[in-house]
């Protein structure tokens, strides 16, 4: 079956550095990519949802500027958290789906702490 | 106001016992689907069910089933015969429109299941 592979599983970074998470479709190719955020005992909140080749569309309340997400080719796709500061620490995980009436495959998840 | 609700947060049973986790969802859309994820404490989530607004019938998979009525909104999941290995957290998700939009999450059921 698909599979999207999402690394690092786990980063610790310090407060004021960025971070690069990798989510790459495997075994086929992701037209559509989504990230979400997951605090703690919390739902999987949407962050953005990005298309190949075109820029990444934001929900209300995200800074673009701070998640910076790239999708520039059809099987990888990075959420850049830059300048993070501990509140930024949450579960990380991105979802592909390969077209419309496909499903979709969620990568494994990010843990990233920021100390 | 939620899209998707889940008004358990926490359930608690011993094995053997059945248990329904409850959703209900909210949309205009005539074309939506609907999903039951589980997120076991590794935090990666794992595919159970879709189900398009276009099909009503219920669906049984092993203890798994799940009750789909458009008349109340309402896709509940039950799990018979439950075991110490369905404790997890169960996310009940929303999809509206064509398929391929971003999912929208409930905000989870913590099942616990003690021997």
């Known amino acids: 079956g698909a599979v999207v592979s999402q690394h690092p599983s786990r980063v610790i970074c310090k407060s004021g550095t960025s971070v690069k998470i990798e989510c790459r479709s495997l075994d086929f190719q992701a037209t559509t990519m989504f990230w979400y955020r997951q605090f703690p005992k919390q739902s999987l909140m949407l962050m953005a949802t990005s298309n190949e080749g075109s820029k990444a569309t934001y929900e209300q309340g995200v800074e673009k500027d701070k998640f910076l997400i790239n999708h520039a080719s059809l099987t990888l796709s990075t959420l850049t958290v830059t300048s993070a500061h501990p509140e930024d620490s949450s579960f990380y995980i991105c979802?592909?789906?390969?077209?419309?009436?496909?499903?979709?495959?969620f990568g494994s998840g990010t843990r990233l702490t920021v100390v | 106001a939620q899209k998707v609700t889940q008004a358990q947060t926490e359930i608690s049973v011993v094995e053997k016992e059945d248990v329904t986790l409850d959703c209900v969802y909210e949309t205009r859309d005539t074309t939506y689907y609907l999903f039951w994820y589980k997120q076991p404490p590794s935090g990666e989530l794992v595919f159970l069910i879709r189900?398009?607004?276009?099909?009503?019938q219920n669906e049984i998979s092993g203890r798994y089933s799940w009750n789909f009525q458009k008349s109340t909104s309402s896709f509940n999941f039950t799990i018979t015969a439950s075991q110490v290995v369905d404790s997890a957290v169960y996310f009940c998700?929303?999809?509206?429109?064509?398929?391929?939009?971003?999912?929208?999450f409930g905000k989870g059921t913590t099942l616990s299941v003690s021997s």
């Open positions: 979802s592909a789906i390969q077209g419309a009436n496909y499903g979709y495959t």
């Open positions: 998700a929303l999809s509206e429109g064509q398929a391929g939009t971003a999912l929208i």
């Open positions: 189900r398009n607004s276009f099909d009503e």
